[in-house]
């Protein structure tokens, strides 16, 4: 018969070391933002139709741009999920015709800078650091 020695000198210097170092990470009792802003901006000659898509699917009219004007939008923060990118498809009114800006990949608490240009197919979409 074999017996398992269970008790080692200075066993519980490890024990102690092991449970203390759940206790020395700091949890922020900050909570991360729900919402993640989008600043449009257009130098378009036309009313602007914004669209977000997940990659190229799954669009989701977020609003309107107005011709040389800005406009705020906001997604949750779980849409930036997306393992493709979020991207922008956007319509001019006079032309009729979509544009694509992006893919961008957004975490909480950034901001998403779109820029509509006079030629929406050279528009623009950039992820900007912490909006707080």
Known sequence: MWSLRLYRPGW????????SACAVVPRSTEALPTLI???????????????????????????????????AFEIPAEAARCVSGLNFFL????????YW???VRPR???Q????????????TARVRGDFR
């Open 91 to 98: 319509v001019a009114w006079d032309r009729g015709r979509g």
């Open 37 to 71: 802003p989008i600043s449009g901006h257009s130098y378009n000659r036309s009313d602007v139709d914004v669209y977000l898509m997940c990659g190229d699917r799954d669009a989701r009219r977020l609003g309107v741009v107005s011709k040389k004007g800005a406009a």
């Open 112 to 123: 998403i800078d779109l820029v509509i240009e006079k030629y929406a197919g050279l528009s």
């Open 12 to 19: 519980w210097v490890g024990v102690a070391l092991l449970s």
């Open 101 to 103: 800006a992006g893919p």
């Open 108 to 110: 909480a608490g950034e």
